[in-house]
């Protein structure tokens, strides 16, 4: 059973960053791709970032991109996503999750990943 921890949030006040991490405990973690999830409250869950089993290849949100960055360090099983230019809008719960597909690129939709975290809330104030 995979178990996956995040960390890393807080709040915020805007125009400021984080980095959120989120630890791996399975020793597969190297082979499947990794997503970065929020849920706002009252609205679904939705993709923030995702990235490729071997990290060539990464994707985002419109609404995150240029201000988020994904990362891996397969060595250490960690994920990252730092999160520049905060912005109340990204106020949420932050979830990690691993995509079931063994060698996968990274996927937008939330179907394809079978592993979360337990997420950890970022707060931005304006």
């Known amino acids: 059973q995979v178990q996956l921890v995040e960390s890393g949030g807080g709040l915020v006040q805007a125009g400021a960053s984080l980095r959120l991490s989120c630890a791996a405990s399975?020793?597969?973690?190297?082979?499947?791709?990794m997503g970065w999830f929020r849920q706002a409250a009252g609205k679904e869950r939705e993709f923030v970032a995702g990235?490729?089993?071997?990290?060539?290849?990464?994707g985002y949100a419109d609404s995150v991109k240029g201000r988020f960055a994904i990362s891996r360090d397969n060595a250490k099983k960690m994920v990252y996503l730092q999160m520049n230019s905060l912005e109340p809008g990204d106020t949420a719960v932050y979830y990690c999750a691993v995509n079931k597909i063994y060698y996968s690129d990274y996927s937008p939709r939330l179907s394809e990943y079978d592993h979360w975290g337990q997420g950890t809330q970022v707060t931005v104030s304006s």
């Open positions: 990235i490729s089993w071997s990290g060539s290849r990464l």
């Open positions: 399975d020793s597969t973690f190297n082979m499947h791709a």
